[in-house]
């Protein structure tokens, strides 16, 4: 658990894990925490299974019924977010070849191909 990626996955979770966004990252954090308990001998097969059943969920209910730690999550949150978008607006500008295909007049040989996917013919 003190690994840096588990650490990353932890950070990222406290940032997304209240949004869709935050899925993926869970399920990593579950997987990861899972192994650590099995490989410790320690944890029954209860723990294991409240692990992966409710335990984040018993997480986020402590985390949201405090109004200050609330309001923080929600932050990061929104932080999380605007990083998305400012990542998403980053690449659609770095990405113009798919914008000018569009401005493109289409080839003969384009449009043939549409005509026989719908099946039209050129008469």
């Not at 001998?41 to 294991?48: D, F, H, L, N």
């Not at 405090?66 to 690449?91: E, F, G, I, K, P």
Request: hydrophobic residues 35%.
């Amino acid at each position: 658990m003190a690994d840096e990626r588990f650490q990353d996955d932890l950070t990222e979770w406290l940032k997304a894990g209240a949004i869709k966004e935050g899925d993926a990252v869970r399920e990593r954090l579950i997987q990861s925490m899972e192994q650590a308990l099995a490989n410790s001998g320690r944890a029954s097969p209860e723990q294991i299974e409240f692990l992966k059943t409710g335990y984040f969920e018993a997480l986020e209910r402590t985390v949201f019924s405090n109004q200050v730690l609330a309001h923080w999550r929600h932050q990061l949150s929104l932080d999380y977010l605007r990083d998305q978008v400012t990542d998403l607006r980053r690449q659609a500008e770095e990405a113009p070849a798919f914008t000018h295909r569009r401005n493109e007049k289409p080839r003969s040989n384009d449009i043939a191909r549409r005509r026989w996917s719908l099946g039209t013919s050129s008469t």
